[in-house]
């Protein structure tokens, strides 16, 4: 029997997570074998995992019911289901955290996505779930939108673990990178541990190449000089903006203002391989987790992408090779009329609106369980 590539990545240095929770998952064993036989080791969630758990199941309709008996408005039912799942899951995930000495085993729940442009709510609505979770190994997400900067730096100076999502483009990686920094510095100021404030930052990838890839093929379909340009550069952005990041990563942890942190025992904010299903079809399934494998890194997969990592994949670390490429590609946008910057602020804005969608969807989900 071939040696389980899932496993591999562990000996690399990168950490497989699943994105993906349901409460069947939970109780029926399945996360158990996946930690015990995948090497799993950390699990993330969002509104629209929720709202297709819920909405496209029977097994939360008991606690529904329960919940709506004690006059508990919607928002309060969701909730209470999710943090009760997030609970189970961590508690799942309770030996991975101690083995790993709190590097790994977290399970994220995230504040609520209308909250994105709105710092002082998202900081009381991450101090509220923080407290009820009541778990050393959970995370609360919070966007990199331009208010959540601030929100990330309060909540880590008051040791609160932050999983800072929707996070694009390299300029807004610094800030966040430094946001926790800052973070971490005014906690030492207030002569409070940081040994165990943990935060990582989840860089989305496949969404770059979905949306620079439509721009590039307009190019290539009117014909013309750049066409062979934009041919070398379809599909490869998004690689290389993340082997950048990387750089950047080792640029910012690795310079003398963190050193005086990390001998107090601070921990650096790892980068998260988020959005890593392959949505052009055309491309790998695992596209997006092959090419990014590397020391303290995370890569966050649904299940279809962990199987078939699984059946295929072929570790090895080559977030470190060809970086000179990537600096190339990325050079070679404007030339192609491609502002990324631009890109990378779109993506930011439909992100928010494809987390607020769901979580209102999953609202009128639970409006209608109610009538029924």
Same mark, same amino acid.
């Given at each position: ?12 240095? $990168? ?10 998952? #939970?109780t029926?064993?399945e ?15 969002? +509104? /629209? ?7 496209? /199941? ?7 019911r ?10 309060? #039912? ?7 799942? !997030? $609970? ?59 208010d ?10 008051e040791?609160?673990?932050?999983? @800072?999502?929707l ?8 800030q ?11 906690r ?5 541990? !940081? ?9 989305? @990838?496949?969404?770059i ?12 379909? $009117?014909?013309?000089?750049?066409t062979?340009?934009?041919?070398k @550069?379809?599909?490869? @952005?998004? #690689? ?27 921990? !650096? ?23 990014? #494998?590397? +020391? ?7 299940l ?16 470190? $090779? ?24 779109q993506?930011?804005?439909?992100? !928010?609106?494809?987390?607020?969608? +769901? ?14």
């Open positions: 029997m071939k040696d389980n590539p899932l496993k591999k990545l562990g000996t690399l240095g $990168q950490s497989i997570w699943l994105d993906y929770i349901r409460r069947d998952l #939970i029926g064993g996360l158990r074998r996946l930690i015990d036989e995948d090497g799993l080791r950390g699990m993330t969630s969002n +509104p /629209s995992i929720f709202e297709k758990a819920i909405a496209e /199941s029977h097994i939360y309709d008991d606690d529904i329960d919940i709506a008996l004690k006059k508990k408005d919607v928002k309060a #039912i969701y909730e209470a289901l999710s943090q009760r799942d !997030v $609970q189970s899951a961590a508690d799942e995930f309770r030996s991975v955290y101690e083995n790993t000495g709190g590097k790994d085993g977290y399970v994220s729940l995230e504040v609520n996505p209308h909250l994105a442009n709105d710092t002082k709510g998202t900081i009381e609505e991450a101090r509220r779930l923080w407290a009820a979770l009541d778990r050393p190994n959970v995370f609360i997400k919070v966007p990199a939108t331009a959540g900067l601030p929100a990330i730096q309060q909540l880590i100076s040791g609160i673990n932050i999983n @800072v999502t996070l694009f483009g390299l300029p807004r990686y610094r966040v990178a430094q946001a926790y920094i800052a973070g971490i510095e005014a030492v100021v207030q002569g409070k541990s !940081v040994e165990y404030v943990a935060s990582v930052a989840s860089f989305f @990838v496949s969404r190449d979905t949306l620079v890839d439509s721009l590039l093929e307009k190019l290539i379909a $009117q014909g013309g000089p750049k062979d340009l934009a041919k @550069v379809h599909g490869q @952005v998004a #690689i290389a903006s993340a082997k950048m990041a990387y750089q950047m990563y080792k640029e910012i942890f690795g310079n003398n203002r963190f050193k005086k942190l990390s001998d107090k025992g601070a921990r !650096v904010q790892r980068l998260l391989w988020a959005s890593t299903s392959a949505k052009n079809p055309d491309y790998s399934d695992v596209k997006y987790v092959e090419s990014l #494998i590397g +020391p303290d890194t995370i890569n966050t997969a649904p279809e992408t962990i199987d078939a990592y699984r059946n295929h994949g072929d570790p090895k670390s080559r977030l470190e $090779q060809d970086v000179e490429e990537a600096n190339w590609i990325m050079a070679r946008l404007p030339e192609l009329g491609v502002n990324i910057d631009k890109v990378t602020g993506l930011e804005d439909e992100g !928010v609106r494809k987390f607020d969608e +769901p979580f209102d969807k999953l609202m009128e989900t639970l409006r209608k369980k109610l009538k029924e």
